[in-house]
Each structure stands twice: as C-alpha cells, then as structure tokens.
C-alpha cells in the first residue's frame, strides 16, 4: 500500500515476493531470490528491465508479442476505441463494429470454409470453447456419446481443467488432481523423423490405436498443435497432419487445430496447418491475434460445425464477459492489417533462413547442438551428450536451463522446454518484425 511510481527496485521486488503470485513459476525460488526481471519498456524484439539493463527478446515473451513492442499503430488503435466504446456486450444478441470487422477479417484469411468466429479472451478459453463446441455439436448429430477429446502428450492446450487434461506436459496436467477424465493422451509424433530419430515408432499407429479402443462412438475430437510450442518445437513429419486428418474423418471425429501459437504468421504462413494443406473442422487462436498488446482469442468455425451449432433454437450456454471486446478487437484488425501492409510473412521466411544459417555456424561450432528445426521464426534446438549416438545428458545436468540462465545474463531471452527427463530443448521465437542483424546479434 506504500508503493507509488516513485518506489525503489528493493520495495517492488519486496512487494513483488509479498503480493504477487505469479503462474508457471517456482514459488520457493521467487520467494528467496526475488523475480528474474521486472520489466518495464520495450521497442522492437528489445525490452528492458527496471534497472535499465537491455535484452533482445528472442521468444516474443510467450510467443506472442509477434509485431514487437512500442507498435504505435496498434497503440493508437486501441487509444481510440478506448475513448469512442471501451466495451460493450456481445451476449443476448448485442454487437459491436469492431467484432464484426474482425470476424470478417479473420473468415477472409482463414483456410478453407473455416469463415465463422467465437470470440475468447486467450488460448485455453478459446480451446476449452472448441471442446465444448465439439460436444454439444455431436449432442446435436444425435450421438451424445461422443464426448472423448484426444490429445498430445507433450502438447501443451492452456490451464484450465479440461485444456490442463489436454496439454500432455506432466506438471500442468496433474497440477491440483483437477482432471476431465474424457481427455486421453496419444502418443506424439516424433521430435524429428525426417532426420532419422526413431525413438518412438508407435506414434504413427497411436491414434488410430485409441480410437479402436474406445470406440469411434465415444470419441468428438482430436486436437493438435500444427507445430507443438511448449513441448519443445516439435515439427510434424511430412504427411503427419494429413493422416491425422484423413482419419478423423474416415471415423466422424472433429479435427481441431491449435493454432495459439502457430497462427497469425508465426510459421511463414498466416496459419500453421497451411504448411501441410490441412483444413481443420476448427481452429483455435490467441496470442499473436493481437500482438499480445490485448487480451483475445478467436476459435474459427467450419461451415458444416457452424450450421449445426446455430440449429439450436436453445440458448448456447457458453460465452465470455470479454467474448468480442471492441478494443481488443480494434487492436486484432490492426494486428491483420499490419502484417499484410507490411509484409510480414515474407519478412518470417527471409529470418528463417537467416537463422537457419545461425544453426549451421552453431552445430559446426558446437558439439551438444543437435536436431536444429525452424519453420518460419518458430524454432529450437536439442542439446544431447552425443549427437552421434543419440545420447541424452543425465538427468541431473540441466543443459537447456544453463544455456538459457546464461543467455539471459547476457541480454537474450530464450526458453528452455525440459519437461521430460533427460530432454534439452532451447525454443526460439522472437517477433516476427525482427531484421537480419537482429538474428544475427
Ligand atoms: N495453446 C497453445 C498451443 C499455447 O501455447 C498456449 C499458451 O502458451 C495455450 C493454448 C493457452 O493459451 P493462454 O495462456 O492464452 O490461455
């Protein structure tokens, strides 16, 4: 309560540990050691910290400040629809220009016949809305038992209770013994197939495997990151997605991609499945809808699972206080505009191949870097004992923390994905904005 905007670094930090629980973080090492950094300016891919010290953010903080920081175009959008209408309802029928537009934005981009919007306000809303979706569309086909939602290990789907059943990471799905019991897990493609990893050859087989089990009946959906993000940068080997996709249909089963990360140009396209010609039943977006200058998500409808919902004369008992937010609209338009005006796509496949030409000088010059992999400005690297023989680090050596830890002291954020024992995995994302030096440095 003594805080003012003129408080030292000491008392934030002492505030900070006393009053502030922050998610996805060790409590204990917060508590003892104080937040890592508390952030407070940005322009372009650099933010810098309280104490003036500098970093080139190379992950977009969580893979979604996409445009950078200190955009004004997207500032002076959002300054605008804040002092014309903040906020206005979407339920009960009402509506707002700024919803509308960006709906019919996002249908026109969108693969396919995906030309329906849900508005959220982040990523585990807008998957959470797509499992509901898949359900009550089923209810409505007349096969109620199709409830089972099928995911990923490794993949990570957002933290409330069904999204955190979905996400196959183990510290978020078992976090609190929170479950919904009709999500299961499939095995996941491997890190790197074409380049010969052949650690796990029944992920092919895996799906396919638990819809024999459980019975097509029993199943709604499967949902799939087009490229896994928190897992570690795991890319899909060629023809995976469309396999995937080729049964879900063959079975009745919805196909739902998650594009929370993957979207909005992130992979050199404007949408991940594109890379592989996949049109999902729906698609669930956040982050770089908005450049993450606002909160919002949008989960993308197909036709046929768009005419059914809106057969229902019922009310649909689903909807956010935010669903459709004007400002956070305002700044999802600008969002759209800027990376067609200017050229944004082509800006992520130049740097991927700038960067690429970074993996090469690094595992040249550097022998634990192994399974190098980019699309677009989405990328890691494992770090392995012995490349050659495929040989893991012990478990006690935490090689992707020590690089990341260090990278950071440095002025580079990176991020590293160990979730799995004896995996090392540094990812790589910074805004798509970046320019050749910029990889380079
Ligand atoms: N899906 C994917 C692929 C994500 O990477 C994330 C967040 O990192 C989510 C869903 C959850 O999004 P949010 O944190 O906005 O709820």
Not at 5 to 25: G, M, N, Y
Not at 135 to 154: E, T
Not at 280 to 290: R, V
Not at 401 to 406: A, F, P
Request: a negative charge.
């Amino acid at each position: 309560t003594n805080l003012t905007k003129d408080s030292t670094v000491e008392q934030l930090i002492e505030a900070d540990k006393k009053h502030f629980i922050h998610p996805t973080t060790v409590p204990k090492t917060l508590l003892e050691d104080g937040p890592k950094a508390i952030f407070s300016e940005g322009n372009g891919v650099r933010v810098k910290d309280i104490c003036g010290k500098s970093y080139i953010d190379g992950v977009s903080m969580l893979w979604n400040v996409n445009l950078g920081f200190g955009q004004k175009e997207l500032a002076d959008a959002a300054h605008e629809q804040l002092t014309k209408l903040a906020y206005s309802s979407s339920f009960y029928g009402y509506s707002n220009e700024l919803a509308v537009r960006l709906a019919e934005k996002i249908a026109g981009i969108a693969p396919g016949d995906l030309n329906s919007v849900f508005f959220t306000s982040g990523g585990s809303e807008s998957n959470e809305t797509a499992f509901k979706f898949a359900r009550f569309y089923w209810d409505l086909k007349g096969q109620s038992s199709k409830k089972n939602i099928i995911s990923l290990k490794r993949g990570y789907h957002g933290a409330t209770i069904a999204t955190g059943s979905a996400t196959g990471i183990e510290g978020f799905h078992n976090f609190s013994g929170s479950k919904d019991s009709d999500i299961i897990h499939a095995k996941p493609h491997l890190v790197n197939a074409e380049k010969g990893d052949k650690s796990d050859p029944e992920y092919k087989d895996s799906i396919r495997h638990l819809i024999e089990t459980k019975g097509a009946d029993q199943i709604a959906a499967v949902i799939i990151e087009p490229i896994q993000g928190a897992g570690g940068v795991h890319v899909p080997p060629e023809g995976y997605l469309q396999a995937v996709k080729k049964l879900c249909e063959e079975n009745n089963i919805l196909f739902i991609a998650d594009e929370v990360i993957c979207g909005f140009g992130r992979t050199g396209r404007m949408f991940g499945v594109e890379n592989w010609d996949v049109v999902p039943d729906m698609m669930c977006t956040a982050k770089g809808i908005t450049s993450g200058y606002a909160q919002l998500g949008a989960v993308l409808l197909s036709q046929e699972v768009r005419d059914t919902l809106v057969s229902y004369d019922g009310i649909i008992g689903h909807g956010f206080t935010y669903s459709g937010h004007p400002t956070a609209c305002a700044i999802g338009l600008k969002t759209l505009e800027f990376i067609e005006e200017n050229n944004i796509l082509q800006n992520v496949n130049n740097m991927n191949k700038v960067l690429q030409k970074g993996f090469d000088y690094l595992v040249e010059n550097h022998p634990h870097v192994a399974k190098t992999r980019a699309v677009g400005l989405l990328a890691g690297f494992d770090l392995m004992q012995d490349r050659d023989t495929n040989t893991p680090f012990k478990q006690s050596i935490r090689a992707a923390r020590h690089i990341v830890d260090h990278c950071f002291d440095n002025g580079l954020i990176l991020r590293p994905a160990d979730f799995e024992e004896q995996v090392n995995i540094v990812a790589i994302a910074p805004p798509l904005i970046i320019n050749k030096e910029e990889v380079e440095e």
